[in-house]
């Protein structure tokens, strides 16, 4: 597996930090897995100041432009990672600080961030540990001398951990009725503003009629201020953003009974969230496939076979909610560089046991990056995303490749 990164340094970082830029490049493949649409044969990808801009099958080249030709590989996007503590430690968060952050845990340089970056995962989703809400999670580049060099987004997500029992919902319900707090805190001041505006624009008025037309220096300093609203606590500013559309939701579930009695504690409330799912043995999770995916919600999980609980009934779990309409990211089967490494195996093993291949192929790439989400600059192949692929030599789910 080689890297576009280690031939040519050209792709600029996300997030504003910029890598010497190699200028106008084509790179042809034999095959090009875009992610996004159909794999494309004979694939040449331009690429210049580090984005794509054009793709297609056999295009043409223009006199000039450095070629960089490889008819044996096939070329994908980066991986993606979007559940990891990969080069933290695991101390586990407050049960309520969903503005912490754990970048500050992240120690750049560390060799498993090197490993991991050879594997072909070039977006990592760092998460805080620790129940109920301990924070939001940061997307980072596994390579970089410094932490400014890493950091793609600082909030990619507000990480939930929930169960089903009368405290977590007790919980999510408080949480919410202070973010209606506030927002009746906003339109009561800006009522206030408003009347108060009025007020003074009638008194301007009655001045003026008096006294004649305002001096234009005096008109400048009159203007009307815009409304201010007021400032949210830190600790619910991360739910607006939520509500808002601003930052993503991970909420952590384990069995079927978490997702119904989520779904009771959020209420008639409509925001984006995705879920992560804990793979166990026995899960029972297939029970709400259905409701799960008619929500179209994003599952984040190991890509493991579980059994039909109390028999030896293997089932397909991915398959089972991507059938009804979920969508899969995988992230590895334990949080280590070696299982990074292994999981296009893992996931190959998925799609021999019944997933579909492209819901495994966006498993990998576009669907963690939606979660982070990185999904309109990274996780495919297409014109305006930026260069961040890797190169094999032959189908990415083959043991052999």
């Not at 432009?65 to 993606?80: D, L």
């Not at 009695?261 to 799912?277: N, T």
């Not at 043995?281 to 297939?286: A, N």
């Not at 969508?327 to 299982?339: C, G, H, Q, S």
């Amino acid at each position: 597996m080689t890297l576009l990164t280690t031939i040519l340094p050209l792709a600029p970082a996300l997030g504003g930090v910029s890598e010497p830029s190699g200028g106008l490049l084509a790179i042809k493949v034999g095959r090009a897995e875009t992610v996004s649409g159909a794999a494309i044969e004979h694939a040449v990808i331009l690429v210049d100041d580090g984005k794509i801009i054009e793709i297609g099958a056999d295009l043409p080249v223009a006199r000039g432009i450095p070629v960089f030709e490889r008819p044996e590989w096939t070329g994908m996007p980066g991986r993606g990672s979007c559940y990891t503590r990969l080069g933290v430690d695991g101390r586990a968060g407050q049960e309520f600080s969903p503005e912490a952050s754990p970048t500050p845990e992240v120690q750049p340089g560390r060799p498993d961030y090197k490993e991991v970056l050879e594997a072909g995962v070039t977006t990592l989703g760092l998460y805080p540990p620790g129940t109920g809400f301990p924070g939001h999670a940061s997307a980072l580049r596994p390579h970089g001398a410094s932490l400014a060099e890493m950091v793609v987004d600082e909030d990619a997500y507000l990480k939930v951990y929930f169960r089903a029992n009368a405290q977590a919902k007790k919980q999510v319900r408080d949480v919410w009725s202070k973010v209606d707090e506030h927002d009746e805190k906003v339109k009561k001041a800006k009522e206030k503003f408003d009347k108060d505006s009025k007020g003074k624009s009638s008194d301007k008025k009655d001045e003026e009629k008096k006294e004649g037309e305002a001096k234009p220096e005096e008109k400048k300093d009159d203007k009307a201020k815009a409304f201010v609203p007021p400032e949210a606590d830190p600790k619910i500013k991360p739910f607006l953003q939520v509500r808002d559309g601003e930052l993503g939701m991970l909420v952590s579930i384990a069995q079927a009974a978490d997702w119904a009695h989520w779904l009771d504690a959020i209420g008639e409330r409509k925001f984006d969230f995705s879920l992560r799912v804990v793979m166990t043995r026995e899960i029972d999770l297939y029970e709400v496939k259905e409701e799960i995916g008619k929500r179209g919600v994003r599952v984040v999980m190991e890509p493991q076979i579980s059994l039909v609980p109390g028999t030896m009934r293997q089932r397909n779990l991915a398959a089972e909610l991507s059938a009804s309409g979920a969508k899969i990211a995988f992230k590895p089967r334990n949080d280590t560089a070696a299982d990074h490494a292994a999981l296009l195996r893992h996931v190959g093993e998925m799609i021999g046991a019944g997933l579909a291949r492209d819901v495994a192929l966006k498993g990998v790439t576009l669907e963690p990056a939606a979660v982070l989400k990185l999904d309109k600059q990274l996780g495919s192949l297409e014109k305006g995303k930026a260069a961040n692929m890797l190169f094999l030599n032959g189908d990415p789910f083959e043991p052999s490749t």
